[in-house]
């Protein structure tokens, strides 16, 4: 029998997921102990790698925020490889990996980078750190700017245990002795104002020939004891809960998606409680006290050495000004040919490929500001996923609709912690006359497009630009994507369908050349991937390259399975959770994954496939993922000019494949193993070569 048989025919003894799959949530995290490393890493500048520390905690919450909350509300679970067969198991086993993460996590901050920014007069500094001079601002500091904006509770049947926000900054606070009104209350909860800053940065003549900070919870913790005259403060800690942040609304049944998600946007400060975070020196009987009050498993409390949130460390990389601490500045180029031409000509003459943040994103918010003001132009349709609060492609959108073009915008409501923005942008868009649209119920519209319809000699002619990365000003400068601009006919009719599509809720006609999900995407990688494998039975050479964030869809996972059986040599480049074991005898040999941990955050989705010398390269907003494949909007396009076809190659997957100083390669079992320099081979980073070729580092 043919050794993939194990794949397509059920045999006497079926083995479990846990040996075919690698898990979930392990392989999620297994990603944050990469970005750990980065913290950890003597060749990073430190204020980076104290930035790295931060995204780790950046990225724990939305786990907690999002995924673990769905384990723990069991009411929507996916059907991916990754989950085990019980969510108590899967629970289990991403909390025991978490505890490991964060108590490793704050042991680099404690060991290594407040030591190391100490020695380069970055001081953070505690009550016991501080100089009599310094503990006497700090009083000055909490009496005038602190202590007016806080209100203690203490806790009784008038007083009961208050709300609290996600991810806020809380104390609770155990008293003896007897109330002004000779009661026994024991307990009182004190939240840190919102409007303060977390990270207070002292007089330069009070910072030791450097610069000091302390944190807020440093300058309530020293004078807590000002707040109950009269009690005796027998113990208290600092404490932060997490809750579950998933908007839901029924959109079968709601009218209006608009209105009943800013409904739901007031109340995801007080979802379920799903972590509890405290000092580690809080009694057991204060954290105990917590985890009844906010129902929540022993399992998730977090005693921790250091501040409860380390995500507002990163304030002090903005206010420690020591350029040589940092990674050297750079700037993205303009591409030569677009400098000072007729961008529609440009574009008419030959397509435009764009690789951010190597390259600027400007052409493309001029694209559209150029569109808005060309008299010509009769049409403008774009879909937002992401676009930040302050946008000029958004206010070029705008200006359009207010000049009389037909402005279409579909905006993504569901855009997970972009939802009020993009409401906001909504609001503001149909005011100026432009019809916005909010997807298809049920799925988020995730393609990134933008087509301008221009009147040309008597008929329409259509500028399309199709990206793997979300249309944002902020995360454009350091998420890597591609972006292509283009007229060629055969792909920007097609995206004026997949526009018709959205809008008129029809059944979309067939695209050539567009995959478009839900309806082909999964089916056209499946079956581009068997026709690798079909090629390579045929004893011609078979190969795949992927890039993507995530690797979980079991169906694409079997036919990757069944091609390397067949002898199809694959490299997966996975920046994030990957579902696949590879190196398995006689089920993965011939697949090799590896994940790029760097600067800038690997995003782009790239799909080659060498189809026989075609080369077929598709570029996407897709990862592999069911999610993306059946419950989103989502566009994967070709690159059919050839010299931009070579571009993708030699830029977006042979540099990562030759990388050996951010590269991690995964084993069968699950583990990472951090690439390095073999004997005499060169030190190669994908991402250092990419700013040398592309881009203008700034001396």
Known sequence: ??????????????????????????????????????????????????????????????????????????????????????????????????????????????????????????????????????????????????????TPIGLDPAHPFPQVVNKSLNFIVELSGKDAFGRGTGIAILKAPRVLPRVIQLPPELSKNGVAFCLLSSVIHAHINDLFPGREVMSYSQFRVTRNSDLWVDEEEVKNLRQALQGELQSRNFGVAVRLEVAKNCPQQLSDFLLQQFSIDKSRLYAVDGPVNLVRLSEIIDHASKPELRFPPYSPTYPPRLANVDLFAAIRKQDVLLHHPYQSFQPVLEFVREAALDPDVVAIKQTIYRTGMNSDLMESLILAAQRGKEVTVIVELMARFDEEANINWADRLE????????????????????????????TFRYYAHL???????????????????????????????????????????????????????????????????????????????????????????????????????????????????????????????????????????????????????????????????????????????????????????????????????????????????????????????????LGTPVE
């Open 1 to 150: 029998m043919h050794k993939k048989a194990v794949l397509d025919v059920v045999p006497a003894h079926v083995p479990p997921k846990s040996a075919i799959y690698l898990n979930r949530e392990l392989s999620q995290l297994a990603f944050n102990r990469r970005v750990l490393a980065q913290a950890e890493n003597l060749h990073v500048p430190l204020l980076e790698r104290l930035k790295y520390l931060c995204i780790v905690s950046n990225n724990l919450d939305e786990l907690f925020e999002v995924r673990i909350a769905s384990l723990l509300a069991n009411n929507h679970m996916e059907i991916e490889p990754a989950e085990v067969p019980s969510i108590s198991a899967a629970l289990n086993i991403a909390a025991t990996e978490c505890h490991r993460l964060v108590e490793h996590q704050y042991r680099v901050l404690n060991e290594s980078i407040l030591p190391q920014l100490a020695k380069e007069g970055i001081y953070l500094l505690r009550d016991q750190d501080r100089s009599d001079e310094q503990r006497a601002w700090v009083k000055q500091y909490f009496d005038r700017e602190v202590r007016p904006l806080l």
């Open 431 to 458: 005011r100026a006359g432009a019809q916005v649209v909010y997807g298809v119920v049920g799925l988020k519209t995730h393609a990134k497009l933008a087509l301008v319809i221009r009147r040309e000699e008597g």
């Open 467 to 693: 990206g793997t990365g979300n249309y944002h000003p902020s995360t454009t400068k350091f998420y890597t994507d591609f972006g292509l601009m283009t007229a060629n006919p055969a792909i920007s009719t097609e995206v004026n369908e997949v526009f018709i599509h959205l809008t008129s809720l029809t059944k979309p006609k067939t695209l050539h050349h567009l995959w478009l999900a839900p309806f082909a995407l999964q089916k056209e990688f499946i079956r581009a991937i068997r026709n690798e494998a079909k090629i390579a039975k045929a004893g011609r050479p078979g190969r795949i390259i992927a890039k993507m964030n995530a690797l979980l869809d079991e169906s694409v996972i079997r036919a990757l399975y069944a091609a390397s059986a067949d002898g199809v040599k694959i490299d997966l480049i996975v920046r994030g959770a990957c579902a696949l074991r590879p190196g398995v005898p006689g089920l993965s040999e011939n697949i090799r994954v590896r994940s790029i941990v760097g600067r800038f955050l690997e995003h782009s989705r790239i799909y080659y496939f060498r189809n026989d010398l075609a080369h077929d390269v598709y570029l996407s907003s897709a990862d592999w993922m069911n999610r993306n494949l059946f419950r989103r909007i989502e566009v994967a396009f070709p690159v059919l000019d050839p010299a931009l076809k070579k571009r993708v190659i030699n830029e977006g997957l042979n540099p990562y494949l030759k990388d050996n100083v951010n590269a991690w390669e995964l084993d069968s079992d699950g583990n990472y193993h951090k690439r390095k320099p073999r004997g005499k081979l060169a030190a190669f980073g994908a991402q250092q070569y990419l700013m040398q070729i």
